[in-house]
């Protein structure tokens, strides 16, 4: 059920059809939009009685949701979402690209650096590395774990990118939530329902990978766990999905693009590198991304790629990424897009070592 309030609906009004609404023992979402906010009704097992509602002041009609995803839907908020972050002129969502692009795995300060240094030279506003790395084998490298949080939150310091990095269990997200700006659920976690609704749990952003088979209503499932909970900055990523075909690593499904932006106004961004697993096609199918209208892009960019520690294939080398992003830079514009210019977040202040001092502030929404 959602409740849509009238444009001009006050904020006493707003408040007083939440405050119903949770009296009935449901749970109340205000979304607000361009226009108006609408009310997202959840926890209810059956019909929600519309009468009561719909005769309160300000409310405009009462609507029955008939899709298995409420919050997520262009049904609850016409206009896109735009997630912001405080400090910096990045957005995701907006009319802006985001550009998220760092190794597949914090090894050292020294690689992390190195990286960093170069894809914000090129004009990534995120940087994304993991410290939890969720592996196939367990003999493989896992991640530095808190020690690559530090790392992050140092190089948020002195490059002004905001971090990305995957929180693989409710351990890690505990510290992820702290150090990140952003907390990724990777694709073997895209159907975690309780890491989800610890997600949701979250004031930070959360991104949301693909499952290697799931459906884009799956995937729109995987959302709404995060936003049933009260967090609304979510973000989709596509990264391939597992096919016969073998001359990629997975098959990237850029008609999911489209596809999630008609049915839903949250962002949706592509992976090219864990979509393809190739080098040699990453920055074809980044061209392709933007063409097709995705909100922005993740890529592996390593400066030793041969010695990197995991996705050393697929992972750009220091010049191919600038090489992307000029490319990019091209395309953006024919798709009514823009990429912020190189250097618009300046570092913040000196690193900040204790941990208390380096939790960030919840992001805000449009
Ligand atoms: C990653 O982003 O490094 C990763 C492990 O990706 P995925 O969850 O899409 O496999
Ligand atoms: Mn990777």
Redesign the pocket.
């Known amino acids: 059920m959602l409740v849509v309030m009238q444009a001009h609906a006050s904020e006493d009004q707003i408040r007083a059809v939440c405050q119903k609404i949770e009296s009935l023992g449901y749970r109340a979402h205000p979304i607000p939009g361009a226009e108006r906010t609408a009310i997202g009704i959840t926890g209810n097992q059956g019909e929600v009685e519309p009468g009561t509602l719909e005769e309160m002041a300000g409310v405009q009609e009462v609507i029955r949701v008939t899709k298995p995803y409420k919050l997520v839907s262009r049904d609850i908020k016409e206009d896109n979402t735009v997630i912001r972050f405080p400090g910096s002129t990045a957005t995701i969502g907006g009319s802006a690209l985001a550009v998220m692009a760092g190794p ?2 914090i090894e050292s300060r020294e690689q992390a650096f190195a990286v960093a240094e170069r894809v914000a030279r090129a004009g990534a506003q995120f940087f ?1 590395g ?1 410290a939890y ?2 592996r196939t084998s367990p003999y493989s490298f896992q991640g530095l774990g808190e020690d690559g949080l530090r790392i992050l939150a140092e190089i948020r310091d002195q490059f002004g990118m905001r971090i990305v990095t ?1 929180a693989i269990d409710h351990e890690s997200l505990e510290l992820v939530e702290d150090y990140a700006d952003i907390i ?1 659920i ?4 895209m159907q975690n329902f309780s890491l989800l609704r610890r997600a949701g749990r979250s004031r930070k952003p959360v991104m949301v ?2 499952g ?1 088979a799931a459906t884009l209503e799956e995937l729109l499932m995987a959302a709404e766990y995060v936003m049933s909970e009260g967090n609304y900055s979510v973000i989709l ?1 596509e ?2 999905v597992r096919t016969f075909a073998d001359h990629t690593r997975n098959t990237l499904d850029l008609s999911i693009v489209p596809a999630v932006q008609r049915l839903s106004h949250l962002p949706v961004l592509v ?1 090219p ?2 979509g393809t697993g190739k080098r040699n096609k990453v920055t074809p199918l980044s061209r392709a991304a933007v063409a097709v209208g995705a909100d922005g892009l ?1 890529v ?1 960019v390593h400066h030793q790629p041969d010695k990197a520690l ?2 050393g294939v697929q992972s750009l080398y220091p010049d191919q990424f600038d090489e992307l992003m000029a490319q990019v830079r091209q395309i953006a514009p024919v798709v009514g897009r823009t990429i912020p210019p190189i250097g618009s977040d300046p570092p913040l202040e000196p690193a900040i070592t204790p941990r208390s001092k380096v939790r960030t502030s919840a992001p805000s929404l449009s």
């Open positions: 597949c795995a994304r993991g790395k969720p995957e990724q990777g694709a073997r976690n990978k693909r290697m990523c990264r391939g992976d590198s864990h993740l592996e995991s996705d």
